[in-house]
């Protein structure tokens, strides 16, 4: 499932986003969500969460 709504994602849920830094190359980071961030119901480049190790990144996977 994308990240793309909102709806879509839970606190705790298991996601990969991938952060500023790695936009360019890609690279995803795997974590649990501990907040949303993003306040619209969606966005072209994924939701926006802040995860609980407190990397800030795009939702690009939601993991089931």
Partial sequence: MTGTERKNIK????VQ?????DQ???KLTEGH????LTK????PHG???RLE???????KEIED
């Fill in 47 to 49: 939701i926006k969460v």
């Fill in 53 to 59: 190790s407190g990397i800030v990144g795009r939702v």
């Fill in 17 to 21: 986003v991938v952060q500023k830094q």
């Fill in 11 to 14: 606190i705790g849920a298991k």
């Fill in 33 to 36: 969500v501990l907040k949303i």
């Fill in 24 to 26: 360019r190359s890609g």
């Fill in 40 to 43: 619209s119901a969606t966005h």
